[in-house]
């Protein structure tokens, strides 16, 4: 069974960086489109952005397009989000999965707050 540990949350002033790591166990992580979401308190599970198996496709959306790059180190069965120029609307707690069909075993999350 797939399994996912986020790391590299934190707190962060606005304008910060952070940079997130997700490494993955079980499954077919060399043949997944990997993705990381976020869920801000009172709100839905939103996709951030989403990386193709040879890293070729990209997506991001408009919140965070310019800002975050999402990466994947297929020998490490890792995932990365590097976060620029946060905003307070970046808070929420940020998971990797897969996508388009996520696995229904989400990781803990990493928490990430942005504030002065």
């Known amino acids: 069974q797939v399994q996912f540990v986020e790391s590299g949350g934190g707190l962060a002033q606005p304008g910060g960086s952070l940079r997130l790591s997700c490494v993955v166990s079980?499954?077919?992580?060399?043949?997944?489109?990997m993705a990381w979401y976020r869920q801000a308190p009172g709100k839905q599970r939103e996709l951030v952005a989403s990386?193709?198996?040879?890293?070729?496709?990209?997506t991001y959306a408009d919140s965070v397009r310019g800002r975050f790059t999402i990466s994947r180190d297929n020998a490490r069965w890792t995932v990365y989000l590097q976060m620029d120029s946060l905003k307070p609307d970046d808070t929420a707690v940020y998971y990797c999965?897969?996508?388009?069909?996520?696995?229904?075993?989400w990781g803990q999350g990493t928490q990430v707050t942005i504030s002065s």
């Open positions: 999965n897969q996508t388009p069909k996520p696995s229904q075993n």
């Open positions: 079980g499954g077919a992580f060399g043949f997944a489109i």
């Open positions: 990386v193709s198996p040879g890293s070729s496709t990209i």
